[in-house]
């Protein structure tokens, strides 16, 4: 059975402070993908990027970056000089390969104080 | 595209009413689904459905129906609401079954039952 661990529950930085979301999951499938996702205050869900299991490359996309660690089961999100708009929940999600489900962490509430 | 549609966005219930809430795509998606999201819970399946006239239950279905007449549409149905469905209900699309493809969201119905 596929789980997503996010340990966080929340987060308080002041504004240009790193902040770093921890994801932990667990699968029996060697094809998976991770996702996040972004929830601000106004509560639509924003997809931030989508990761397969054979790519263990970081990435970087602005302010943002995710470190994925296969030995372990790790998908770890950066925002590096936190704004107060990043303000929001985050969510980590896996989906195995031949699966409907995409399943949701409990999602870490990140916090920017001006 | 208007993507994933959903009314109404925000609905209060007395216990033991019945309602519909309504979830439309326009992206020809033939794979559509429901989660209802918790307080530090994430997301959680409802319903899923892999095309017109095909349905099936998710993680937490009880208390609630679906169907799915037509591609385009995937209503929720509450026979009996109860406050431990007081929730956010979420909508979601993607163009297959396989777990790369991109889930896209509607924008939620918040649902308070009294």
């Known amino acids: 059975a596929q789980k997503v661990t996010q340990a966080q529950t929340e987060i308080s930085v002041v504004e240009k402070e790193d902040v770093t979301l921890d994801c932990v999951y667990e699968?029996?499938?060697?094809?998976?993908?991770l996702f996040w996702y972004k929830q601000p205050p106004s509560g639509e869900l924003v997809f931030l990027i989508r990761r397969n299991s054979f790519d263990e490359q970081n990435e970087i996309s602005g302010r943002y970056s995710w470190n994925f660690q296969k030995s372990t089961s790790s998908f770890n999100f950066t925002i590096t000089a936190s704004q107060v708009v990043d303000s929001a929940v985050y969510f980590c999600a896996l989906s195995e390969w031949d699966d409907y489900k995409l399943s949701f962490g409990a999602g870490t509430t990140v916090t920017v104080r001006a | 595209n208007a993507g994933v549609t959903q009314t109404p966005k925000f609905q209060v219930l007395k216990t033991g009413q019945s309602m519909t809430l309504q979830c439309a795509q326009d992206m020809n998606h033939e794979y559509m689904s429901w989660y209802r999201q918790d307080p530090g819970m994430g997301l959680r399946l409802i319903h899923y459905?892999?095309?017109?006239?095909?349905?099936d239950q998710g993680e937490v279905p009880n208390g609630y129906n679906v169907s799915r007449s037509t591609t385009e549409d995937f209503p929720l149905r509450l026979l009996s609401a109860a406050p431990s469905q007081t929730s956010v209900y979420f909508c979601?699309?993607?163009?297959?079954?396989?777990?790369?493809?991109?889930?896209?969201f509607g924008p939620g119905t918040r649902l308070t039952v009294t």
């Open positions: 459905s892999v095309g017109a006239g095909i349905t």
């Open positions: 979601a699309s993607r163009f297959g079954r396989q777990g790369h493809y991109e889930q896209y």
């Open positions: 699968t029996r499938d060697t094809t998976y993908y």
